[in-house]
């Protein structure tokens, strides 16, 4: 029961869509029609600013935080921690509130990875903060720490259901930027800049 009501309430607090939310009601603007149209940090922060960027990654990043937390309230076991946090994760992929569409994961993916395997996490981080730095894209940046953190994990000699956990959220984070892999690829990719609406 107690692993039912963790799941839920980390699915539904998932699914608040703060970009979206953030965007609309602050500063009167819908992410979705802007830039890559996606609702999370990096649009916010292409579309909105910096500001308003760093607002939205701290609130998904959140989100993934209390997923963790609340499956170690309500159950307390390593495995309802990560249930919590995939259930967040989900969430914010596939949104109750926006007819299960949703954004990529990234900063909900690290606030969960952030609970679970904080070695990880300061690696990934490390690694995705100089790929942003040098390249500007932070797609590029977020693809690469993702596929990272299973073979952080690893290496870490974390517990073999984080290394599950990781290689799951490496595949979901890899998948929802199919597009800016595409658009990697061929040349078209934007790269990060702040506070340009309409571009
Ligand atoms: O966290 C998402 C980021 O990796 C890409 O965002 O808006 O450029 O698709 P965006």
Not at 47 to 59: C, R
Not at 60 to 87: C, E, H, N, Q, S
Not at 117 to 128: A, K, S
């Amino acid at each position: 029961m107690g692993l039912f009501f963790a799941g839920i309430l980390s699915y539904c607090l998932g699914s608040i869509p703060s970009g979206l939310l953030f965007g609309k009601y602050i500063w009167g603007v819908d992410l979705r029609e802007h830039g890559s149209k996606n609702i999370g940090a990096t649009n916010a922060w292409r579309i909105l600013g910096k500001g308003p960027g760093l607002l939205v990654f701290t609130a998904d990043l959140l989100k993934g935080v209390l997923g963790v937390a609340l499956g170690l309230y309500f159950v307390g076991t390593p495995l309802a921690m990560i249930l919590g946090g995939i259930a967040a994760i989900v969430g914010h992929g596939w949104s109750i509130f926006l007819g299960f569409k949703g954004g990529k994961g990234v900063a909900t993916g690290l606030g969960v990875i952030a609970m679970l395997m904080p070695h990880v996490t300061l690696v990934i981080l490390g690694v995705w903060i100089v790929i942003v730095f040098f390249s500007k894209y932070v797609s590029l940046g977020s693809v690469i720490a993702a596929a990272l953190v299973p073979i952080a994990a690893y290496i870490f000699d974390e517990p073999l259901e984080f290394l599950y956990f990781g290689i799951v959220a490496a595949i979901f984070v890899i998948c929802r930027h199919k597009t800016n892999i595409e658009r990697l690829i061929n040349g078209t990719e934007s790269k990060i800049r702040s506070g340009h609406i309409n571009k």
